[in-house]
């Protein structure tokens, strides 16, 4: 063998030697029960002691499985139990369990030879609230309770003080004032009012609070006996939290705090409204339905005219918009599940249309314009189920239109009526009178170069008469934003329109500007 394959040989079996010397010597034995060793637990102020049942025994070998050696224990100054082993009835093993001096739910078990091992805290306060370990801590008992009790069900809540306690509340422990719960053993609250009280010893305060976790917002806060007065907003799954707080006086030598929460599932009869009863044709009327058992049943039938689709305006209310076309009285019914109520609505006929003495300005020809008869048709059949526009609907331009939703040209086709009309001798711009989907930009037989954006929920405006267009199908535009150029000719006067669609239904534009819809 060459030097260099005996020098690799050497240091090879030296580091087996060094490994093998580390494993047997140097590595520390974390101690450790089996399975013929009996645990026994007890005070260091009483000579009585128990031994631990199976189960306990379980959760004692786990956590001294998962023990892990800490170079000092000063900090865990507060004894809390003592554990000795026996096998065959000797003395095996004993150990001390200490908390933290600081007052944090931290533990250490120490042994007699020095030795400290940090422990995992959720299995010691498991082993603490054990039947065998309770016992032993019952001094606790003393403290006031609360008792919560909801159908057949019955829970009881014990006083915590801020600083070291627990106490086992079925399966939920609460350590330095705040309870950990276990989800299996909850109380099922459907109805608040049905929800009783009662005390050990009379507590100096206990507030109740109400808040609606998919907003955050807190619905009711006060006294215990307000409670049955409260009345929540809107159907939904609310978190309740019972909080009662005793303070030490010269009558009592304690002070703590007892907190129970559960959630409850609250069903809001549902209720509606109209904006209105009586109405013109060309406006809108708005239903609000409050409560609803299922939105998604929610309907609105009539033939007054068209209706659009509900759309959710605030927790628990949801609103939908419906057209005024057919004079009359009418029914209007608003339905959803479990829920149905009938409205009777008048709308009255609008006055005769004012003829303008000037022939219908917009007529065009050729083989690349659309049927505006197709288009209203189309688009009076498509409602998108998003709602686009916000906040207040604008005027298209500057300035009081020339002819309003009462008037029309002579001889004006039927489909064009209801629009207003605007005479410009100079340049100007047409503005989108709310935000939208650009759905069509070009030119129709009845309308001139035409841009059409809908709104989404069946609600379309229409712009007509436009020199240029400044927008291209499929474009998103917003209140304000340019649609079309109006262009005349020198010492010419040119005419552009805005008509608004409902489903179809021709709707006068000047109510809605300045106005918000299902805000």
Not at 450 to 471: A, C, K, M, P, R
Request: net charge negative; charged share 20%; glycine share 8%.
């Amino acid at each position: 063998m060459k030097d260099s394959g005996k020098l690799i040989t050497a240091a090879l079996i030296l580091s087996i030697i060094a490994l093998f010397s580390n494993f047997l010597f140097g590595r520390e034995v974390i101690p450790m029960l089996n399975e013929d060793m009996k645990v026994w637990v007890g005070q260091q102020s009483q000579g009585a002691r128990d031994w631990l049942s199976a189960e306990e025994m379980d959760i004692m070998v786990s956590l001294m499985q998962t023990q892990k050696a800490a170079e000092s224990g000063e900090d865990y100054g507060e004894f809390v139990l003592a554990f000795g082993a026996t096998e065959n009835d000797v003395q095996a093993m004993n150990m001390s369990l200490y908390r933290r001096s600081n007052g944090t739910n931290e533990f250490m078990l120490k042994y007699p030879n020095g030795k400290c091992y940090s422990v995992a805290t959720r299995q010691v306060l498991q082993l603490l609230t054990s039947d065998t370990l309770d016992n032993l801590l019952d001094y606790i008992e003393d403290a006031p309770t609360m008792t919560v009790t909801q159908g057949e069900n019955s829970l009881t809540v014990h006083c915590v003080e801020n600083g070291w306690q627990y106490k086992k509340i079925d399966n939920s422990i609460f350590m330095d004032g705040v309870l950990v719960k276990d989800p299996t053993r909850l109380i099922e609250v459907d109805d608040y009012t049905d929800l009783q009280l009662s005390f050990s010893t009379e507590p100096h305060s206990v507030r109740v609070s109400v808040s609606f976790p998919a907003t955050g917002q807190t619905v009711f806060e006060g006294p215990a006996t307000e409670l049955e007065h409260f009345s929540p907003p809107f159907t939904g799954v609310y978190q309740m939290t019972v909080t009662a707080r005793w303070s030490e006086s010269g009558l009592q030598t304690y002070s703590g705090i007892c907190v129970y929460q559960a959630e409850i599932s609250l069903q809001k009869e549902a209720a509606s409204h109209l904006s209105a009863t009586e109405l013109s044709a060309g406006e809108l009327l708005t239903v609000t339905v409050t409560n609803p058992a299922a939105e998604e049943t929610l309907r609105v039938v009539t033939e007054m005219g068209d209706a659009g689709a509900f759309v959710k305006v605030s927790e628990g209310t949801y609103q939908c918009l419906v057209a005024a076309k057919q004079p009359g009285t009418h029914t209007i019914t608003v339905r959803c599940a479990g829920y149905r109520l009938d409205y009777e609505v008048t709308v009255h006929p609008r006055a005769a249309k004012i003829p303008i003495e000037r022939h219908y300005p917009l007529y065009e020809s050729g083989e690349e314009l659309h049927r505006f008869e197709n288009l209203t048709r189309y688009f009076g059949g498509i409602a998108t189920p998003e709602r686009y526009w916000v906040g207040a609907f604008a005027a298209p331009m500057e300035g009081e239109p020339s002819v309003d939703f009462d008037g029309a040209f002579t001889e004006a086709p039927i489909l064009t009526q209801g629009a207003l009309w605007w005479k410009e001798k100079d340049d100007a711009t047409v503005s989108a009178v709310n935000t939208g989907v650009v759905v069509y930009a070009g030119g129709t037989d009845l309308s001139g170069l035409t841009v059409v954006v809908d709104h989404g929920l069946g609600l379309y405006s229409w712009y007509f008469g436009l020199s240029e267009l400044l927008v291209y199908q499929g474009e998103v535009v917003v209140t304000g934003d340019p649609i079309g150029a109006i262009l005349p000719a020198e010492g010419e006067e040119q005419w552009t329109g805005l008509q608004m669609t409902l489903s179809g239904t021709v709707l006068d534009p000047l109510p809605l500007f300045e106005q918000s819809l299902l805000e």
